[in-house]
């Protein structure tokens, strides 16, 4: 069965770390576009940060650039976030998704494949 499982989120206060993983079943990750994406109660979902798995380009949303690190380990086939001085707006259900190429990394439409979700909460 091909399925992405997020695992990591939790509960930390306002300048507190997190990271999490995503770890493909079934699927290779290797030559994918692996991406982090969450969605706020209320709010659209919008995408944090990719990686190209070939090379290990990244790319980052602006809201998160220099606290969000994204990262791979292809022996492992996951693909991890590791989120740094969390602020009270990154709170959220995380999620990863993974498709061919990481052109469009933000659209969310273009991705056919998703986990179920990790939640981060992150108090004042």
């Known amino acids: 069965q091909v399925q992405l499982v997020e695992s990591g989120g939790g509960s930390v206060q306002t300048g507190g770390s997190l990271r999490l993983s995503c770890v493909a079943s079934g699927y290779t990750i290797s030559g994918k576009c692996v991406a982090w994406f969450r969605q706020a109660p209320g709010k659209q979902r919008e995408g944090v940060a990719s990686?190209?798995?070939?090379?290990?380009?990244?790319k980052y949303s602006d809201s998160v650039k220099g606290r969000f690190t994204i990262s791979q380990d292809n022996a492992k086939n996951t693909v991890y976030l590791q989120m740094n001085s969390l602020k009270p707006e990154d709170t959220a259900e995380y999620y990863c998704?993974?498709?061919?190429?990481?052109?469009?990394?933000?659209?969310?439409?273009?991705?056919?494949?998703w986990g179920q979700g990790t939640q981060v909460s992150v108090s004042s």
């Open positions: 990686i190209y798995t070939n090379d290990g380009s990244t």
């Open positions: 998704a993974a498709k061919s190429s990481c052109v469009l990394w933000y659209a969310l439409q273009w991705f056919p494949l």
